[in-house]
């Protein structure tokens, strides 16, 4: 890994900073000098990660927001280059995943995926490119996929990600002459709160091998601690969002001449998990 303070005087934009994925990585870059840019909706959580940041010695702004509400990102992303003159790393990680078949799936479930998944992460896409335009950032745009994408069975979800995938192959074909890269991340099964909309039977098998007793309700957040006795507990099969996070740091760590294009993440036993 790299030294700690390697992104000092850096400005960082993460999306579902809240919690898992985007809460370990706002956290690292924290603690690498970047003053980050904490979005998400609850926040409590947000002022949580923040406080914790501050108390690292880093500096981190909080911003409770909707990212699907039209012009949501890119006045958040204006913010950030009012308030610091800069923006450096961009990392779109905000999503979900309502799993069921094609057949019996619900429209606003699928609408909900595709705003949050593909269009919130065009916008910050677009958004930050600006931004690192403006300031001549030698910028870095990291977007969170998944394995799913590698699967062509992946149903919605899948679909969204694939999404992912081919934009971030077509946007960094378009910034080939800018000192601007792009890093598509894939996480394999990842001990989050992602899987709070799937069925409470497939929730609590995991809960009950990694030793736990206590009730799951749909949509229910797990707190942090809980979700990290999980990690801790079935790392064959899970992994640790600090795990993806540290991925996040290596790619956005490289000098410019460098372009990480893809990086997998996943726990040594595969998870295929029907649509």
């Known amino acids: 890994m790299t030294d700690a303070h390697t992104l000092h005087g ?3 934009i993460v999306t ?6 985007g809460r370990a990585t706002a956290e690292l870059l924290g603690q690498k000098g970047a003053h980050v840019y904490l979005v998400g909706r609850t926040q409590t959580a947000l002022d949580e990660v923040r406080n ?9 702004s909080v911003a409770c927001v909707n990212i699907n509400e039209t012009g949501r990102i890119a006045s958040l992303v204006q913010r950030a280059l009012d308030e610091t003159t800069r ?13 069921g078949s094609i057949i019996d799936g619900e429209a606003d479930q699928w609408r909900e995926m595709v705003d949050t998944n593909i269009l ?5 896409c677009q958004a930050g490119v600006k931004a690192m335009r403006t300031c001549g ?6 977007n969170v996929s ?6 062509p069975n992946s149903g919605v979800y899948g679909a969204t990600k694939h999404a992912v995938n081919v934009i971030s192959s077509s946007l960094r074909d378009e910034l080939e002459d800018d000192d601007i890269r792009i890093t598509n991340v894939m996480p394999g099964a990842t001990s989050t709160n992602f899987a709070r909309n799937f069925p409470p039977a497939f929730a609590e098998q995991f809960i009950n091998a990694a030793g736990l007793d206590i009730p799951f309700t749909p949509g229910q957040r ?16 899970l992994c640790n969002p600090i795990d993806v996070a540290n991925a996040v740091i290596y790619a956005v760590s490289q000098p410019i001449n460098v372009n990480i294009a893809e990086i997998v993440v996943r726990p040594p036993r595969a998870m295929n998990v029907a649509h």
């Open 52 to 60: 914790l940041i501050v108390k690292a010695g880093g500096t981190a």
């Open 87 to 99: 923006l450096d790393i961009m990392v779109n990680n905000a999503g979900l995943e309502y799993p």
């Open 16 to 21: 579902g900073a809240s919690s898992g994925i």
């Open 222 to 237: 797990l707190p942090a601690e809980i979700l990290n006795t999980l990690a801790n507990n079935l790392k064959p099969m």
């Open 10 to 12: 850096k400005t960082a």
């Open 146 to 151: 998944s394995v799913s994408a590698q699967r």
């Open 137 to 142: 950032a030698q910028g870095h745009i990291v």
């Open 120 to 124: 919130a992460l065009l916008s910050g």
